[in-house]
């Protein structure tokens, strides 16, 4: 069975920074990309940035650009989240997803995703 595991959130002041990690088991992950999804109550699942298997291909979302940067480790299986100059929007569940390359599906779809973690939660105080 696959698993996702987050790590890494907690409380953090406004402009401070915090590092998740997600690392996957159970199967070999050859050729998935890995995404960063965060949701707050109410709604809906938003797109944080993506990975290629590789590491060479990164993908953002307009509103983290520039402060949040995703990385893969030396393993494939284990995918870095950091960031950086946080701020109260910030404030949300962070899930960790993974998929096989879909062309016909954009990277923001969560439906494009097979696998998901269980979230963590990142709170940024102001």
């Known amino acids: 069975q696959v698993q996702l595991v987050e790590s890494g959130g907690g409380l953090v002041q406004a402009g401070g920074s915090l590092r998740l990690s997600c690392t996957a088991s159970g199967r070999a992950f050859s050729g998935y990309v890995m995404g960063w999804f965060r949701q707050v109550p109410g709604k809906e699942r938003e797109f944080v940035g993506a990975?290629?298997?590789?590491?060479?291909?990164?993908y953002y979302a307009d509103s983290v650009k520039g402060r949040f940067t995703i990385t893969r480790g030396n393993n494939k299986n284990t995918v870095y989240l950091q960031m950086n100059s946080l701020n109260a929007e910030d404030t949300a569940v962070y899930y960790c997803a993974a998929r096989p390359i879909r062309p016909a599906r954009a990277l923001s779809d969560t439906g494009g995703y097979d696998y998901w973690g269980q979230g963590t939660q990142v709170t940024v105080s102001s």
């Open positions: 990975i290629s298997w590789s590491g060479g291909s990164t």
